[in-house]
Structures are given as structure tokens and as C-alpha cells.
């Protein structure tokens, strides 16, 4: 299969390139293709420009290459921080750019004007890993994780219809290098139970 692994996340000593990592090396050690993007390495530009936004907007060729590898993937694997109850803004970004129109969704004609958008997405499975630094009740009971909404009902739920899985390792900051390589083990389970060896 072809799986596209996203991580955005600033320091390359991070949890966060650590679950990345892993994810790929057990993608690939599973047979699957694998395109993997450091957004931050890359240098990825989140600003939208506004004659991108229609379907027939102008895209930039970088831009454009995203756009067909997502539209083109069996399966995505997702990699970032909870900040602020969202995706670092370079993320948010990739979303605006890339999960565009005529890639990720599409406009059903005469529907009435409420514009409900029908999924283009061929995923088969999509996978989420976030850190935090908040215990997983809090998240919930204080704020409703928000990021749970934002990725399986505001974004893949409107963009196809895969099997959908995410994660919070939390706490971090307070985290032991045996937790950590426990929450490591727990995403090759994850990845090799969504996208088992070829």
C-alpha cells in the first residue's frame, strides 16, 4: 500500500519525530511504500493564497505534489502535538492547501445549497498520533478533545471513508524513557494492525 506519513513538529529530538520515525520503519519493515514529510524540514508554507482556494485555483507545483500524493495514498499516518487543542499552524496549513478541493473532497451539484461536500479520498485507514502535556481526563471533561473532532469528524470524516484511529501520549514533560519506548512499542502495534505486513 501507499502510505503517506505527516509529522509536524519543530524539534527533531522530539516524541513526536520518535512516533514518526517508528511508524515508518514499521511501514516499511510491513512491506508498504512509504512517502514520509518533516514539514518543518521541508519548509513547508502554510499561508493559502486566495486564488487557490476555488477547485480550478492556480496551485503552485510544490503544492501540487502533496495534493497527488494524498489523493493518490491507501493509507495516512498523522504525527503532531496538541497545541492549543489543535495542529501546529504548518499543519493547519497542509490542511488548507492540500486537503483541498477536487483532491480531498468535492461539491455534490444541485444539493440544495448547503454545500455537503462528498469524499475523493481512496484511504483505507487513516492513523493519528498526538503528545500533550495535559492527563487525558482533563482533555476530555475540561476541553472535549478537540482534536479528536477536528481529524476524524472535520476532516477525514468529510473526505472519505476509512477506518479511522488516534492516539494521545500524555504526559510528556513528566514522561520516563521507559514510558516512551512503551508508547513506541504501542505505535508499531497501531501500524501494523491498520496496515498489517504485505
Known amino acids: 500500500m501507499n502510505i503517506s506519513v505527516i509529522l509536524a513538529h519543530p524539534n527533531k ?26 514539514l518543518y524540514r521541508e519548509g513547508f ?25 494524498i489523493a493518490a495514498a491507501e493509507g495516512v499516518v498523522i504525527v503532531h502535538p496538541n497545541w492549543w487543542g489543535q495542529p501546529p499552524a504548518i499543519l493547519a496549513g497542509w490542511i488548507d492547501r492540500v486537503m483541498r478541493p477536487g483532491v480531498a473532497y468535492e461539491f455534490l451539484e444541485d444539493d440544495g445549497g448547503e454545500g455537503v461536500p462528498r469524499g475523493l479520498l481512496k484511504l483505507k485507514a487513516v492513523l493519528v498520533f ?50 516512551r519506548r512503551e508508547w513506541l512499542k504501542d505505535v508499531r502495534q497501531a501500524v501494523s494492525k491498520f496496515f498489517p505486513p504485505q
Open 13 to 38: 529530538e522530539s516524541l513526536n519525530h520518535a512516533i514518526a520515525s517508528t511508524a515508518v520503519e514499521q511501514l516499511r519493515t510491513n512491506g508498504h511504500s512509504v512517502s514520509f514529510h518533516d
Open 45 to 69: 508554507d502554510p499561508v493559502l493564497l486566495a486564488d487557490e482556494i476555488p477547485k480550478d485555483g492556480r496551485v503552485p507545483d510544490g503544492i501540487r505534489k502533496y495534493c497527488d500524493e
Open 130 to 179: 498526538n503528545t500533550s502535556n495535559t492527563p487525558a481526563d482533563r482533555e476530555k471533561e475540561v476541553f472535549g478533545d478537540p482534536l479528536e473532532a477536528i481529524w476524524k469528524d472535520c476532516i477525514f470524516g468529510l473526505c472519505g471513508d476509512a477506518e479511522f484511529y488516534r492516539r494521545m501520549f500524555s504526559v510528556v514533560v513528566t514522561s520516563s524513557d521507559v514510558q
